[in-house]
Every structure is written in structure tokens, then in C-alpha cells.
């Protein structure tokens, strides 16, 4: 199973891009990178997938490099509802193992 | 809207007692999991099950069992509550793990042993 590493927590202001990087370097081929949201009193939410490049929803982006060791979830202007833990988990069929997050803190 | 209910939200519990935590998931998933959090240690991994009457330890199952009868219902049994077990629990379902699955989560359950 492919551990993960990512920034303990991290600071912005509103409507700043924040960019928050996870490392996974024994990702498998057939791994996908994935990352859920945290408020506080509730249960993670899914926010993106991806395998390789770059992914884009309505709620962020995630890009891969080609090497898969590493990959970056960018938010773009984020705003005081932004402040939560975000997890880089690493998965192919095996079960999910959440980290220890990285929690965002968005200032006025 | 996908929904996955655990049975309680807040709950007090006395040293040594047995306890059920009940979830249940309408979307028909096969995966289901039980995981705890603890301030500074994220969402640790009890147990899972990817089908009914299938069950996995996860990284932390000490203390734990589970119970999987019926497709929609997991249960996390704590056979002889101790109060490290005081924690927040968390149940969630997924289908199939891989490209385009994601993990539906409950609202928690705030265990209090006491």
C-alpha cells in the first residue's frame, strides 16, 4: 500500500490559490489519487480523482506528474469556507488509508 | 443523495460495558468501513468488509469486531469498552475501489467511555 505524505497544515487568505502537495512515492501502476475533504464534525467528502496529468472539477484541479510520485490538489481562490483538513489517499482495490491530512486555515 | 446513517450521534458508555455502533447505507455498496479519529493521528482504519459476512482488519482492530449480516448494515463492536477508546467513529460505504469511486461517510458517532 502506497503511503502518503503531506504538509501537516498550511495558511492562506482569501482568494488565494492554495496548492497542497502529497507524496506517494511507491504509487503502483494501477493506483489512482484521490482527495477527500474534512469540516470539522463531519465525515470526509469526496473532492477529486485522478491517475495521471491533470483533472479538473467544479471544486479544484489535481495534477500528476508523469512520474505519479507526487501530486498537487490546487484550489483556486479560496474563500473562509475552504478551512478544513484535506487527504491525499492512494488506492487501487485495497481498502482506503486516510493520513493525518494537511489542515488548511483560510484568513479574511 | 447517497446516505450512510450511524445509529447514534452521541454516545456515553461505562468502562467494561459491550457496545454497538450501528451503520447503514442505502446506495447498495459493497465496501464498508469503520474508522476512528483522534485529534493529531486523521482517520485511522478499524475494519472493513467488501461483502456480507467478509471482513478485513484494518490498522487499528484491537479491542474491535464487526458484524456484517446484511449488505446495507455494518456494525463495530466494542466488546469491553475502555476509555482509550474514547474517540470519534466514523462509518463509510463505497462500491468497488478504483477509477471514478468514491467513499460516502456518516455523520460520526462521538463515543464517550467513561
Known amino acids: 500500500l502506497a503511503k502518503t505524505t503531506q504538509p501537516i497544515s498550511m495558511d492562506s487568505y482569501e482568494g488565494q490559490e492554495v496548492n497542497i502537495t502529497c507524496s506517494h512515492n511507491?504509487?503502483?501502476?494501477?493506483?489512482?489519487i484521490t482527495w477527500y475533504q474534512q469540516f470539522p464534525s463531519q465525515g470526509p467528502r469526496f473532492i477529486i480523482q485522478?491517475?495521471?496529468t491533470k483533472v479538473t472539477n467544479e471544486v479544484a484541479s489535481l495534477f500528476i506528474p508523469a512520474d505519479r510520485k507526487s501530486s498537487t490538489l490546487s484550489l483556486p481562490r479560496v474563500s473562509l469556507s475552504d478551512t478544513a483538513v484535506y487527504y491525499c489517499?492512494?488506492?487501487?482495490?485495497?481498502?482506503?488509508?486516510f493520513g493525518t491530512g494537511t489542515r488548511l486555515q483560510v484568513f479574511p | 443523495d447517497v446516505k450512510v446513517t450511524q445509529s447514534s450521534r452521541y454516545l456515553v458508555k461505562r468502562t467494561g460495558e459491550k457496545v454497538f455502533l450501528e451503520c447503514v447505507q442505502d446506495?447498495?455498496?459493497?465496501?464498508m468501513f469503520w474508522y476512528r479519529q483522534d485529534p493529531g493521528l486523521g482517520l485511522r482504519l478499524i475494519y472493513f468488509?467488501?461483502?456480507?459476512?467478509?471482513?478485513e482488519k484494518g490498522d487499528i482492530p484491537e479491542g474491535y469486531s464487526v458484524s456484517r449480516e446484511k449488505k446495507e448494515r455494518f456494525s463495530l463492536i466494542l466488546e469491553s469498552a475502555s476509555t482509550n477508546q474514547t474517540s470519534m467513529y466514523l462509518c463509510?460505504?463505497?462500491?468497488?475501489?478504483?477509477?471514478?469511486?468514491?467513499?460516502?461517510f456518516g455523520q460520526g458517532t462521538r463515543l464517550t467511555v467513561v
Open positions: 463509510a460505504s463505497s462500491k468497488w475501489l478504483g477509477e471514478n469511486t468514491e467513499a460516502f
Open positions: 511507491n504509487i503502483a501502476t494501477n493506483d489512482y
Open positions: 485522478g491517475y495521471k
Open positions: 489517499l492512494v488506492y487501487n482495490t485495497d481498502k482506503l488509508i
Open positions: 446506495m447498495d455498496h459493497e465496501n
Open positions: 468488509s467488501y461483502d456480507v459476512k467478509m471482513k
